[in-house]
């Protein structure tokens, strides 16, 4: 893109060309995400006016990001935040990047609970607050609390709770190995690390490059954590209570196995792409 008089159409173009060559997934909407960012305009405008010319700022920024995005660095990353649950979150390699079966999970949950509810939540793992934040804007008269080991994370979380202006939620740094949780909850969710080693390793650049690898591995091929978090639950739910987790496609059987002392009414969700994605359990 060194021509400085280029139309809309030319640059989004250029650039999904030049992300292709690069190997980048969805290279199409990344560009209209870059270019959209740049311009202030919506993505459809970008087509309404596809035979604008670009000024030559804006066409230097463009280029720039587009760059940056043929490294590999997320798109969230280099937009610096991302839409989630009608939330804005900054988003940046303190914590991980929410994903859309992450978002898919809160409402389900929101459904599973009712917009009445007006109890207690815990989310584990908090990361960005990206859960809890979504649950509690919606669920008015819960109250929330976020716990996370990062001090990078709750750094995050809390400027997002900042940002969306939200009075029911609060952030600490807490490990969940090492750490008492003193309270006990309604609810307890969490989407912890579930990956193995052998996952994070042929995992997307943009995954294993840029992504804590702290949010997203677990020992014992990636299980360890969730067991940690149904072991929590059993002292740290309250009775009747629900424990929502997000779980590795092939793990079901054995959390089921380490739930089933404690809980019943266990089910298995699916993700919008069909797999076995989300365990509900509620504390007998």
């Known amino acids: 893109m060194t021509n400085e008089h280029l139309t809309f159409l030319e640059v989004i173009k250029l650039s999904t060309d030049y992300l292709n060559k690069k190997g980048v997934p969805n290279s199409k909407v990344d560009t209209e995400w870059i270019v959209s960012s740049v311009t202030g305009k919506k993505r459809i405008e970008l087509y309404l006016q596809f035979e604008d010319l670009v000024n030559k700022e804006e066409l230097m920024q463009i280029r720039n990001l587009i760059v940056a995005r043929g490294k590999r660095i997320p798109l969230q990353h280099i937009l610096g935040k991302i839409n989630f649950a009608d939330n804005e979150m900054l988003c940046d390699n303190r914590a991980l990047i929410p994903r859309p079966e992450t978002e898919y999970l809160t409402e389900l949950v929101i459904e599973k609970l009712g917009k009445n509810f007006c109890g207690s939540i815990l989310d584990l793992g908090t990361g960005s607050g990206a859960i809890i934040l979504a649950l509690c804007k919606t669920l008015k008269s819960a109250r929330g609390v976020g716990l996370d080991k990062s001090q990078n994370a709750i750094s995050l979380s809390k400027e997002n709770l900042k940002l969306n202006n939200i009075k029911n939620v609060r952030f600490e740094k807490l490990d969940w190995y090492s750490d008492k949780i003193e309270d006990s909850f309604d609810v307890i969710i969490s989407n912890p690390p579930y990956l193995s080693e052998e996952e994070w390793a042929n995992a997307e650049p943009e995954?294993?490059?840029?992504?804590?690898?702290?949010?997203?591995?677990?020992?014992?091929?990636?299980?360890?954590?969730?067991?940690?978090?149904?072991?929590?639950?059993?002292?740290?739910?309250?009775?009747?209570?629900?424990?929502?987790?997000?779980?590795?496609?092939?793990?079901?059987?054995?959390?089921?196995?380490?739930?089933?002392?404690?809980?019943?009414?266990?089910?298995?969700?699916?993700?919008?792409?069909?797999?076995?994605?989300?365990?509900?359990?509620?504390?007998?």
């Open 207 to 284: 995954v294993n490059k840029f992504d804590p690898k702290t949010a997203l591995v677990a020992n014992q091929n990636g299980i360890a954590d969730l067991k940690k978090i149904i072991k929590l639950s059993e002292v740290n739910l309250k009775k009747g209570g629900t424990l929502f987790l997000e779980i590795g496609t092939d793990q079901k059987d054995a959390l089921k196995e380490n739930l089933k002392n404690n809980f019943e009414n266990i089910k298995i969700l699916k993700d919008l792409s069909n797999y076995d994605r989300f365990i509900f359990a509620q504390k007998i």
